[in-house]
């Protein structure tokens, strides 16, 4: 890889995340800094920095006399996450609906749009989470409020997007993860917080029990 010397640390993370979505990485593993080095032929401090910031995203956690690990969820943790999750962002986002611009809707539309036209396509549901990912990140970016901002990660939008990516992926149809984001759309357009809040909520939960679902039967079949 060619990195710059300016973002090895947002590399790394990139990197990493890489590894969990194609599996090099899986729930469970060690992440041990000397191999990463080793792959990406770069000095461990941007690692050790990148891995911090993985740690307060919640996909990695940190061992005490261990070493740092792919965080393991078990269903009940998935179906918790992501009810605080739907709780903190619905909650968060609410709070400054007003602040949402005639842009961000637009921004909002055009991922929805792609996603409409991947669907159409018959295109693989795989294409979604970039589109997923810089669709919370516009609802996230009118939020003035960095501890809450960081509980939302924490709770699941790391975890969802590539812990759980393996899951993630068999949860909808690639046209309802389309019409779950319209909704979301729809509701910030007509200013309704009461709408706009049981939609984002209902976002997370009903993914999140879909989720935990397939996890447990999962567990099942291999007990």
């Not at 903190?88 to 991922?111: M, N, P, R």
């Not at 409020?145 to 709770?155: H, V």
């Not at 909520?201 to 679902?213: I, L």
Request: net charge positive.
């Amino acid at each position: 890889m060619d990195f710059d010397k300016h973002t090895y640390t947002d590399r790394v993370v990139t990197y990493i995340k890489k590894c969990v979505l194609d599996g090099t990485y899986k729930p469970g593993d060690k992440v041990k800094e000397l191999s990463i080095a080793q792959k990406l032929s770069i000095s461990r401090a941007p690692i050790r920095e990148a891995l911090q910031i993985l740690i307060k995203e919640g996909l990695v956690v940190w061992t005490p006399q261990k070493g740092k690990f792919i965080t393991e969820l078990s269903p009940k943790q998935i179906r918790d996450s992501y009810f605080t999750g739907g709780i903190l962002e619905a909650a968060a986002v609410c709070s400054v609906i007003q602040k949402y611009t005639a842009g961000d809707i637009k921004k909002l539309e055009e991922l929805s749009e792609k996603m409409r036209q991947i669907s159409e396509n018959g295109e693989s549901i795989e294409k979604i989470a970039p589109l997923d990912d810089k669709f919370h990140k516009i609802l996230f970016s009118r939020i003035d409020n960095e501890l809450l901002l960081e509980f939302c990660r924490r709770a699941c939008q790391g975890i969802s997007k590539f812990l759980l990516f393996r899951y993630w992926i068999q949860l909808y149809s690639v046209e309802e993860v389309y019409w779950r984001h319209k909704v979301i759309i729809d509701a910030l357009k007509k200013g309704d917080v009461y709408e706009l809040e049981g939609c984002i909520r209902n976002h997370y939960m009903d993914a999140g029990k879909r989720m935990a679902d397939i996890c447990e039967k999962e567990l099942m079949n291999t007990m």
